[in-house]
């Protein structure tokens, strides 16, 4: 039995719908998540959530009224269909998404306590693993503007990073920009190819979005401008430092925007959601501050939330963005 694509109820999945102005590229899970505070070997119940970093910043970006297709691969089995079946219903175009007879779509766990929370992933063999540059053939690329991968992917399997680099070649072909959000995973990598791998990939993107905690654990930066000295000097750079703020460098300029106070309710997405932002601002031909603001805005929403995706399409009619 061959790979099936799949086709969710979703006005985005017409097959007149216009072509896309951003792919995602990567990996989505489902989420096995006790209630608050209730350790996993102690939970008698448990909800079920969909999370990946690829189609969160999708759902954000869709939310914020653009368009866009997700390029994925999910088991052929229920959780797959809820995987894809939450995204579409974002109004994310899922049509470029492979449902593998062969492989199971990937969980993961969180698991409370009082020293935080720990996450347990089950993604070894899964669906997404078998990513390929042959699935991004199901997307027109000819109006594509962006092309959003991140480290995640490149970790999960050979195949994966060189689905990556497919996407930003024919992003470039398309005069897009190529998009990079590092998303270190220490759990994904099982040697020490993390601090020249990443910084390859980031080499060869337009605009790179990465924490300052995670490139000081990569690559032993302490600074923001220590870390646009090792991914070079071209292209746009953001450098998130939680609840301080962020910098933007693009060219010899450099921008800070910083983070407002807001009350945490979980970390887990804002990431994703801050990429959103700053890509919507980008794409609307905002400036650099505005770009910033949106992103800190956007992220301000999944911070407030256990959830990974929380729906933003009210900061359509808030946002400041250059028309």
Same mark, same amino acid.
């Given at each position: 039995?061959?790979?099936?694509?799949?086709?969710? +109820?979703?006005?985005?999945?017409?097959?007149?719908?216009?072509? /896309?102005?951003?792919?995602?590229?990567?990996?989505?899970? *489902?989420?096995? %998540?006790?209630?608050?505070?209730?350790?996993?070997?102690?939970?008698?119940?448990?909800?079920?959530?969909?999370?990946?970093?690829?189609?969160?910043?999708?759902? =954000?970006? $869709?939310?914020?009224?653009?368009? *866009?297709?997700?390029?994925?691969?999910?088991?052929?089995?229920?959780?797959?269909?809820?995987?894809?079946?939450?995204?579409?219903?974002?109004?994310?175009?899922?049509?470029?998404?492979?449902?593998? /007879?062969?492989?199971?779509?990937?969980?993961?766990?969180?698991? /409370?306590?009082?020293?935080?929370?720990?996450?347990? =992933? =089950?993604?070894?063999?899964?669906?997404?693993?078998?990513?390929?540059?042959?699935?991004?053939?199901? *997307?027109?690329?000819?109006?594509?503007?962006?092309?959003?991968?991140?480290?995640?992917?490149?970790?999960?399997?050979?195949?994966?990073?060189?689905?990556?680099?497919?996407?930003?070649?024919?992003?470039?072909?398309?005069?897009?920009?190529?998009?990079?959000?590092?998303?270190?995973? /220490?759990?994904?990598?099982?040697?020490?190819? +993390?601090?020249?791998?990443?910084?390859?990939?980031?080499?060869? +993107?337009?605009?790179?979005?990465?924490?300052?905690?995670?490139?000081?654990?990569?690559?032993?930066?302490?600074?923001?401008?220590?870390?646009?000295?090792?991914?070079?000097?071209?292209?746009?750079?953001?450098?998130?430092?939680?609840?301080?703020?962020?910098?933007?460098?693009?060219?010899?300029?450099?921008?800070?925007?910083? %983070?407002?106070?807001?009350?945490?309710?979980?970390?887990?997405?804002?990431?994703?959601?801050?990429?959103?932002?700053?890509?919507?601002?980008?794409?609307?031909? $905002?400036?650099?501050?505005?770009?910033?603001?949106?992103?800190?805005?956007?992220?301000?929403?999944?911070?407030?939330?256990?959830?990974?995706?929380?729906?933003?399409?009210?900061?359509?009619?808030?946002?400041?963005?250059?028309?």
């Amino acid at each position: 039995m061959g790979d099936t694509h799949v086709a969710a +109820a979703s006005d985005s999945r017409s097959t007149h719908a216009p072509p /896309p102005d951003v792919v995602c590229l990567g990996e989505s899970m *489902v989420l096995v %998540a006790p209630p608050a505070s209730t350790p996993l070997r102690s939970a008698t119940d448990a909800r079920l959530r969909v999370a990946g970093a690829e189609s969160n910043t999708a759902q =954000y970006l $869709a939310d914020l009224g653009h368009r *866009v297709s997700w390029v994925s691969r999910l088991g052929d089995d229920p959780l797959g269909e809820r995987v894809v079946s939450e995204i579409a219903a974002s109004g994310v175009d899922t049509r470029a998404v492979v449902r593998d /007879p062969a492989a199971p779509t990937a969980v993961y766990f969180k698991d /409370p306590g009082p020293e935080g929370t720990k996450v347990h =992933y =089950y993604r070894a063999g899964s669906a997404a693993s078998r990513i390929s540059p042959a699935d991004l053939d199901a *997307v027109a690329f000819r109006d594509v503007r962006i092309g959003y991968t991140s480290g995640v992917t490149v970790a999960l399997s050979d195949s994966c990073a060189e689905a990556a680099s497919a996407l930003f070649a024919r992003t470039q072909r398309a005069g897009g920009l190529r998009v990079f959000d590092v998303n270190y995973r /220490p759990a994904l990598w099982s040697s020490n190819e +993390a601090p020249r791998v990443l910084r390859e990939v980031a080499r060869q +993107a337009d605009v790179v979005l990465v924490g300052l905690d995670e490139a000081a654990a990569l690559w032993g930066t302490a600074a923001p401008e220590d870390v646009r000295e090792l991914v070079g000097a071209s292209g746009q750079l953001v450098v998130k430092d939680g609840e301080v703020g962020a910098t933007l460098f693009e060219g010899t300029d450099r921008w800070f925007q910083p %983070a407002a106070e807001v009350e945490v309710v979980e970390p887990v997405g804002a990431g994703d959601a801050f990429a959103a932002g700053y890509l919507s601002a980008l794409l609307h031909g $905002a400036e650099p501050d505005d770009r910033l603001r949106l992103g800190h805005r956007t992220a301000e929403l999944a911070l407030g939330s256990v959830a990974d995706h929380v729906d933003a399409s009210g900061l359509r009619e808030v946002r400041e963005v250059a028309s």
